[in-house]
């Protein structure tokens, strides 16, 4: 089974509160002292696809689009043993939103061969727009499921499990596919073993220019439209403190009953 | 004429070899003894040649004095007062048995006079006796031990019972034939073998002479089959521990505190850790055959008396059954330049036994209790890191929770997943100057991720940096460019990490040409001191306790009105037992006082663990088995109203702990720096 995994690199999610700061004119997340990191999300859908390389036989291609630091998510999934990985890299490194990734992961898998599975996180731990994933089936005209926390490759195609509100759906699907994986306890990521993050650094990385994959600027700018981003603050965080009276136990309690669902009708 | 000669003292002496005939036989016998005791040793340092080079060669006249100390005057094995000293009276009353036998040797088969006289009568007889007296005491003890008192620490096999009983029959025949020769030569010198006159005179009422001679002969081979057959088998059993307990002694580690690590070539390494026996260096496997099997490494180990699966006594026993069982000598060494995908190991050890199950390697908060209380200067610790490390950079198989240490370590520079503060919060209204600020500060004030991410050491961090201020100190800090020293990366057993960090904090500190580092952390002093010039990095390494008790010495801060309260001090593992720095906070605690601190029974060197070492603080333990809760346990006993502490991974690990298990008992942990703030006078 021919796998391909896109990864992106966002800033460290885990970072102090007090440490995030924005850019506000240029409407993005301020780089500041966090560190870049695999969006988690990609993170699980490495480990589903390399859980099911060893289960069936097959090949894991790591693409991934950004500045030319994105490389390093993609030396951590050649050091989780990805067969190949891909960069296409960003020059401008102007903010893209999820229909221009889509577009260009699209260009970009195009030209890298023929897929059974694309897999691509459920959405990214800096913007949470959970788009890319359907926007690049629509882009490569192939089915997807989405939520997906399981893979069984199966004689004809795969059977996936996926999150709902309501409990798991068992999907059955043929091949090639775009799924959009989400985490479980199964696919918590592995970490690297220390001999092949050394050997990592010696693995090639295809490295392509947006020209490379026929994608020109006019046609990020087109497909960036689709969604503008207005403004962006962060919100402020106000503690209101109340006491509830009353003369009694039983009255406090009442009174906060009332009071407590009150404010769950407004909200 | 005959009488005279034979009363005058410089003319005492015995008949040698008295009423044995045929002694060739003996001598024939002796040489089958020897080959199979050779063969015995011989078989074991082959095997310990296997292993790799380690050089414990360099500085013999320290080697010569630990040798003094813990071998000839048995310091370490005095430790444990019961078992020290039958253990003392053993040794020297085996050795001096030992000695009169060659003397006899001597006289008899060189012909060379020498049992006359004084030194007869004096050593070969006196002395002699009553060595063998306190050797037979020392037998008698060791006996009520292993058979009544029976504790949890010890080894019970057949081959110990055996051993036990071979030694009481040697010794009990030894005495038996001195004092029938005495009854039946009617020796006139024969009162300075005490124990020789008693058996004499009781063997007179009961036995004629012509019986006592015959029982002697058939005695006198009797004892001596005992003891050719003790010399042929001591070096397959436990008894090797003669020869190479001393050898193990003279060839120990002689850096601090004993926990000392293992340095890896990530070009050349076959294997990044240790996963087969010839992995180990000969020193290792050499350790593995010293062991005495007396427990005590086991039974201070903080994880074993909390309940847990490890043991350094069984870890170094199960490896040495693997060493038993496995030819290292007969390994195909060859290998075919190319680095295989996986190694695979040749005599492999983790996962073996259940002691050496990844699971017990993981329990080990690398508090180095076992190394410091091993009579023969044993390494447990290191050779579980080594076995750690190929779990986590061979295997990448380790908790959880260590691996989002891990994890955080590399991506965010330290090892708090998840944490809410960043470097520089706890200075937060305070004016503490950062390198940028300052020309050549004093010292840097080295913060530590456990004095800068945890709330809790928040507290702990101010009062260190007001005390500073107050005493006019021109430091600094490097805030935001500070990372983990990378010790906890280390004791997990990523080296590799550990070296990543290591070095870029050496070059850190260089470019800001940093010539002396305070901390409050004993793991990141400990780092610095003993690993960081490994790799390059020498600077002056200070802790807060030494630097604060120096401060009040140059009358930099005083004191004000003493504290009040009652103040018990836990020494922290990487101060005390790696560092030797006992005396330094003990000193704070009474000047602001008044009294000497509280101590618990386990303080100094044989101090127990919080818990928190080794990466422990980072993991859930069992609610069962916690070892901070049994520390507070210990440190509730004292009834003190304070638990001064110097470390900012004793702090929350030993405030957790008392929070659960003090009931309606009362007791805060502080650091020493905040004990000393409140009482220090301020302007
Ligand atoms: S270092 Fe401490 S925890 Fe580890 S085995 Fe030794 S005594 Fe036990
Ligand atoms: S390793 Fe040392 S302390 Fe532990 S049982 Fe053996 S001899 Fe005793």
Redesign the interface.
């Known amino acids: 089974m021919k796998i391909l995994v896109c990864l992106k690199q966002i800033l460290d999610p885990d970072i102090p509160p007090r440490d995030f700061a924005i850019d506000r004119d240029n409407r993005r997340a301020a780089r500041g002292s966090a560190n870049l990191v695999t969006n988690i999300f990609c993170e699980n859908a490495l480990e589903t696809a390399l859980q099911l390389r060893e289960k069936a036989e097959g090949e894991i291609t790591a693409l991934t689009f950004g500045p030319s630091s994105a490389e390093d998510v993609l030396r951590k999934a050649l050091a989780l043993k990805a067969d190949h990985a891909c960069l296409v890299e960003d020059e401008a490194g102007e903010y893209r939103n999820s229909a221009t990734t889509a577009l260009v992961l699209a260009a970009a898998i195009r030209k890298l061969g023929e897929f059974d599975l694309i897999m691509v996180g459920r959405e990214a731990g800096d913007w949470g727009a959970g788009q890319t994933g359907g926007l690049l089936a629509e882009q490569l005209g192939l089915p997807s499921v989405s939520f997906v926390d399981s893979i069984e490759a199966t004689a004809d195609g795969v059977t996936l499990r996926r999150q709902t509100e309501l409990g798991w759906e068992k999907v059955e699907a043929t091949t090639p596919l775009v799924v959009t994986i989400t985490n479980n306890d199964e696919n918590v990521p592995r970490i690297p073993k220390t001999r092949d993050i050394m050997m990592s650094a010696r693995k090639p990385v295809t490295n392509w220019k947006l020209s490379d994959i026929d994608v020109t600027c006019d046609d990020i700018t087109a497909a960036g439209t689709a969604l503008e981003v207005v403004d962006l603050a962060i919100p402020e965080k106000t503690t209101e403190c109340e006491f509830i009276e009353g003369d009694s136990i039983d009255e406090k309690i009442d009174a906060f009953a009332k009071r407590l669902a009150s404010i769950v009708q407004s909200a | 004429m005959m009488l005279l000669a034979a009363l005058n003292p410089a003319e005492a002496t015995r008949e040698v070899m008295w009423n044995i005939s045929h002694s060739w036989v003996m001598y024939m016998l002796l040489v089958p003894t020897m080959i199979i005791a050779g063969r015995g040793v011989y078989r074991q340092v082959q095997k310990w040649r296997a292993g790799q080079p380690a050089a414990r060669f360099d500085r013999p006249a320290e080697r010569i004095k630990r040798v003094v100390k813990h071998v000839l005057l048995q310091q370490a094995t005095l430790r444990d007062r019961f078992a020290g000293v039958y253990h003392f009276l053993l040794f020297w009353g085996m050795i001096t048995l030992t000695i009169a036998t060659t003397v006899v040797l001597i006289h008899h088969d060189f012909s060379i006079d020498i049992m006359r006289g004084r030194f007869y009568l004096y050593f070969q007889s006196l002395f002699v006796d009553v060595l063998g007296v306190l050797a037979m005491t020392g037998v008698a003890m060791l006996a009520v031990r292993r058979w009544i008192v029976r504790p949890k620490k010890l080894v019970y096999t057949d081959e110990s019972t055996w051993l036990l009983v071979l030694l009481f029959a040697i010794l009990g025949t030894g005495f038996l034939l001195e004092g029938w020769r005495i009854a039946a030569t009617n020796d006139p010198w024969g009162n300075w073998s005490p124990a020789g006159i008693v058996i004499s005179k009781a063997s007179l009422a009961v036995a004629s002479v012509e019986t006592l001679t015959t029982l002697h002969w058939l005695v006198w081979w009797f004892h001596m089959a005992l003891v050719f057959g003790l010399i042929a088998w001591a070096p397959y059993t436990k008894l090797l521990h003669v020869l190479t307990a001393p050898l193990n002694i003279y060839t120990a580690n002689l850096d601090a505190g004993g926990g000392t690590l293992k340095q890896i070539d990530?070009e050349s390494a076959q294997s990044?850790g240790i996963n087969s026996l010839e992995q180990f260096t000969w020193k290792d496997l050499l350790d593995l055959d010293a062991c005495t099997e007396c427990g005590r490494c086991t039974s201070v180990c903080p994880a074993n008396t909390v309940g847990k699966q490890l043991s350094p006594r069984d870890i170094i026993l199960d490896l040495q059954s693997l060493l038993d069982r496995n030819d290292l000598a007969s390994r195909n060494s060859k290998s075919d330049g190319e680095q295989p995908d996986e190694y695979k190991p040749a005599f492999p050890v983790i996962g073996q036994t259940d002691n050496l199950s990844s699971d017990a390697l993981f329990e080990c908060t690398t508090c180095a209790a076992c190394v410091e209380i091993c009579p023969v200067s044993i390494e447990q610790l290191p050779k579980i890191v080594d076995m750690r490390r190929f779990q986590?950079?061979?295997?990448?198989e380790f908790p959880?929770q260590m691996?989002d240490a891990?994890?955080s370590l590399e991506?965010?520079g330290h090892p708090f997943?998840?944490?809410?503060?960043?470097r520089m919060?706890w200075a937060e209204g305070m004016d503490v100057p950062t390198i940028e600020d300052v020309d050549a500060p004093e010292v840097l004030l080295w913060v530590g991720c456990g004095g800068a991410l945890v709330d809790r050491n928040q507290r702990s961090t101010r009062a260190l940096a007001n005390l500073l201020k107050q005493a006019g100190v021109n430091f600094a800090i490097l805030g935001?460019e500070e990372t983990c020293t990378g010790d906890p990366a280390r004791r997990i057993g990523?080296e590799?990490l550990f070296e990543t960090l290591a070095t870029q904090n050496i070059e850190t500190l260089k470019t800001h040409n940093i010539k002396s580092v305070l901390t409050s952390c004993p793991h990141c002093f400990n780092t610095f001191r003993n690993e960081y010039p490994k790799l390059g990095g020498d600077f002056e390494v200070l802790h807060h306790t030494t630097y604060l008790a120096k401060l009040i010495g140059e009358g930099r801060l005083t004191l004000d009105a003493k504290a009040a309260e009652r103040i018990a001090f836990h020494d922290p593992c990487y101060l005390g037992r790696h560092n030797g720095i006992t005396d330094a906070p003990r000193k704070i605690l009474k000047q602001l006082t008044g009294s000497a601190p509280a101590e618990m029974e386990k303080h100094g060197r044989q101090s127990f663990c919080c818990g928190g070492g080794g990466g422990l603080s980072f993991v859930d333990e069992p609610p069962d088995k916690r070892v901070n809760q049994e520390r507070a346990r210990q440190a509730l006993d004292t009834n003190a109203e304070t638990l001064a502490v110097g470390c900012p991974f004793c702090t929350t690990m030993m405030e957790d702990g008392i929070n659960a298990v003090k009931g309606d008992r009362e007791m805060v942990v502080k650091d020493i720096a905040e004990v000393m703030w409140e009482t220090v006078s301020r302007e």
């Open positions: 990530f990044f986590v950079m061979e295997r990448a959880q691996q891990i994890s991506g965010r997943k998840g944490t809410q503060l960043s919060d935001r990523n590799f």
